[in-house]
């Protein structure tokens, strides 16, 4: 079934198999899954939770909340409606593909261009909140409730199950609440639907706690996994993520010191795309965007707006590039290699280079430049092939920041990982909007680009939540 959810409700889907995929919650106080099973006006499809209440039935509600995260990140589902591309757009590392027409008002170009108005009460309408933006709030918050409920389903149908089952939907829960902290404005809600009991609503949460809440889902997660690398690896490093967003760097070194160089965590996508969320036929969302460039289409960009990258230019191998011509306005089109225009492959959530460049950024903090700069070298002698160069030390505290965040933009490229690292370079290192993000003339759209570097919570939450006000600040 297609994913068309409130930002305040968990839906329900079906595998083909006809077992329970997400849970559902109607959005409303007091509505337990209990009252649910007996309730003789369940919609039509949603199978009776009770025929779930069996280890196939957790077994596939913990599949479902897999799904769930890899069309969150980077599916092609929706069209093309994801973190990483919607991030790409509001970072320097994509741009719209429609670009050059002064007053066109895309979706992708009031992203790319930085204008994101929240919701105004009394407008009767959330349509200040673009479309995209919707998509990926909700379907994390789709991840967070399924998570939540394939773990009390296995814990409660198939105790004896392997303990990595839960372990990952831990750290699936983790990653979901990072993701919703790197791009949303402060008071995110993070209201929850308990397993056998009632949705609860919750009040907007600071970003801070946001991410103090996703470095307990690792730590439970941690604790929990005792047979398997894999999901242990993934734990840490969603750990070190969140602590090096909060500050703690030295945390954060600490909590990847044990991931291997060589570890991946990738989601893996097929070219096949249908209306189901069958677990094999999630296209990445490069199908859509670079896949002949047609109904969404995105393009690699240039040092954007002055403050960005040289992903073109730079000929780094990290960014390699391929050119698709030009659009109707002249603006040169090009796509990344990393990903198949097929909608096929992986896209790596977490890996051995993150944990180096978690622990190469902590030992920066820490006032040990040459343990830092060895750390970044490391990564360009072993972690490509043909080893890159090694880079230099620029020699001044500015200089080495610099540096650092511009190895993380090429090593984690389209990964998701930039939105978060540009709003902690004005969080936590003291830069100016204007000098991170792009800014000055945008050729479209409105002809310059705004002051926006997060997205606001979609307005039908402020409507169905009665917790929920507004965001705190849109700020970094």
């Given at each position: ?64 909340a ?32 429609d ?39 909700g ?60 949705f609860t ?59 291997p ?6 989601l893996?996508?097929s ?11 999630n ?8 896949g ?5 289409p995105?393009?690699?960009?240039d ?95 500015n ?17 998701g ?11 936590q ?39 929920f ?8």
């Open positions: 079934m297609p994913i068309t959810m409130s930002p305040v409700s968990l839906h329900i889907g079906a595998l083909r198999h006809a077992v329970l995929l997400l849970v559902l919650a109607s959005g409303l106080p007091g509505c337990s899954l209990d009252n649910l099973a007996g309730n003789a006006q369940l919609p039509p499809g949603v199978p009776d939770p009770r025929l779930t209440h069996t280890p196939a039935g957790a077994l596939a509600a913990y599949r479902g897999l799904v769930l995260l890899r069309t969150a990140v980077g599916s092609n589902y929706g069209g093309g409606e994801s973190f990483v591309p919607v991030t790409g757009l509001l970072t320097d590392e994509l741009r719209a593909g670009i050059g027409q002064i007053g066109a008002m895309s979706d992708n170009l009031r992203l790319d261009s930085r204008f994101l108005p929240e919701y105004a009460p009394g407008s009767g309408d959330d349509r200040a909140t673009l479309g995209p933006i919707q998509s990926v709030y379907l994390l918050q789709q991840v967070r409730g399924q998570a939540r409920e394939a773990r009390g389903a296995l814990g409660a149908y198939d105790p004896g199950g392997p303990r990595a089952l839960p372990g990952h939907l831990y750290a699936v829960e983790g990653y979901a609440d990072i993701l919703l902290a790197d791009l949303f404005c402060s008071g995110i809600p993070l209201s929850t639907l308990d397993f056998g009991k009632d609503y919750q009040p907007g949460s600071s970003t801070a706690e946001v991410y103090q809440r996703a470095v307990g889902f690792f730590d439970s997660a941690l604790t929990v996994v005792a047979d398997s690398d894999r999901i242990l690896n993934l734990a840490r490093v969603g750990k070190g993520r969140a602590l090096l967003a909060l500050g703690q760097y030295a945390a954060a070194g600490t909590a990847v010191a044990q991931v160089d060589a570890f991946q965590y990738a893996q996508y070219a096949t795309s249908t209306d189901t969320l069958n677990a094999s036929q296209q990445s969302f490069a199908a859509s965007a670079f002949g460039l047609g109904n969404n995105l393009t690699m960009v040092v954007e707006g002055g403050n960005g990258l040289a992903y073109l230019s730079s000929g780094d191998p990290r960014s390699a590039w391929v050119a698709e011509g030009t659009n109707q306005h002249g603006f040169l089109l090009s796509r990344p290699v990393e990903y198949s225009v097929a909608g096929d492959g992986p896209l790596v959530l977490a890996s051995g280079v993150e944990a180096r460049l978690i622990q190469a950024e902590a030992a920066l903090q820490a006032g040990s430049p040459g343990t830092w700069l060895a750390t970044l070298n490391h990564l360009r002698e072993t972690a490509i092939t043909p080893a890159m160069a090694d880079t230099t030390d620029p020699g001044t505290t200089g080495r920041v610099g540096l650092m965040f511009y190895e993380r933009g090429f090593w984690l490229f389209l990964t990982h930039r939105q978060g690292d540009l709003r902690r370079l004005i969080r290192y003291g830069r100016q909007a204007e000098s991170v993000y792009p800014t000055g003339l945008y050729p479209g759209a409105y002809g310059s680009y705004g002051s926006d570097v997060t997205a606001p919570i979609p307005g039908a939450e402020r409507v169905s939540n009665p917790l006000t507004g965001c705190r600040s849109r700020g970094a």
